[in-house]
T-cell receptor, first 116, second 114 residues
Framework: EPEVTQTPSHQVTQMGQEVILRCVPI?????FYWYRQILGQKVEFLVS????????KSEIFDDQFSVERPDGSNFTLKIRSTKLEDSAMYFC??????????????FGPGTRLTVL | DQQVKQNSPSLSVQEGRISILNCDYT??????FLWYKKYPAEGPTFLIS?????DKNEDGRFTVFLNKSAKHLSLHIVPSQPGDSAVYFC?????????????FGRGTSLIVHP
């Protein structure tokens, strides 16, 4: 069964450093997403990406964040200068073309980001 | 601003009994609702969904009920099994750019005792 994969599973970084979180969405999906979940809180939407551009973003997704699809398979989230409050689980998700059940988003296992 | 509320942070049920997880929403524009299950150290896993044109959707042991007038939905699991123990997230979305970005509730931790 196809699945979303994410690397690394755990990333530890110093405050102010740049991090890149990587995701490989399900191969025939067209929409890609990043979410985060701070410990003990709800899953929060960050950004969606379609047709090589951002389609929606939340207020959390400020200038410190960027996304890229550098090739036909990877989807990355970059945080330019990490802050302590960026520590969270980051989930990548993908969905199909939007008809019927393909509105459903399928999530990866997450990357735990720890900013020291 | 909690547009999707899961007021019970936890629920404990005996194996074989019914588990009922509840969810309330405030945004009348929501027209597609989903339940996700999440185990520790894993991403949310899609469980079942329902569109606003229906009031019930069933998939095996899982049934989701939607009451649009009350802006309430519930997930019924029957019979409950120990493997169902997980955090269950309710999510709701409105058609926006075709991507159906869901808004998640805070989750309900279900524990099914053998």
């Amino acid at each position: 069964e196809p699945e979303v994969t994410q690397t690394p599973s755990h990333q530890v970084t110093q405050m102010g450093q740049e991090v890149i979180l990587r995701c490989v969405p399900i191969s025939n999906h067209l929409y890609f997403y990043w979410y985060r979940q701070i410990l003990g809180q709800k899953v929060e939407f960050l950004v969606s990406f379609y047709n090589n551009e951002i389609s929606e973003k939340s207020e959390i997704f400020d200038d410190q964040f960027s996304v890229e699809r550098p090739d036909g398979s990877n989807f990355t989230l970059k945080i330019r200068s990490t802050k302590l409050e960026d520590s969270a689980m980051y989930f990548c998700a993908s969905s199909g073309s939007g008809t019927g059940g393909s509105y459903t988003q399928y999530f990866g296992p997450g990357t735990r980001l720890t900013v020291l | 601003d909690q547009q999707v509320k899961q007021n019970s942070p936890s629920l404990s049920v005996q194996e074989g009994r019914i588990s009922i997880l509840n969810c309330d929403y405030t945004n009348s524009m929501f027209d597609y609702f989903l339940w996700y299950k999440k185990y520790p150290a894993e991403g949310p896993t899609f469980l079942i969904s329902i569109s606003s044109i229906k009031d019930k959707n069933e998939d095996g042991r899982f049934t989701v009920f939607l009451n649009k007038s009350a802006k309430h939905l519930s997930l019924h699991i029957v019979p409950s099994q120990p493997g169902d123990s997980a955090v269950y997230f309710c999510a709701a979305s409105a058609r926006t750019g075709g991507s159906y970005i869901p808004t998640f509730g805070r989750g309900t931790s279900l524990i099914v005792h053998p």
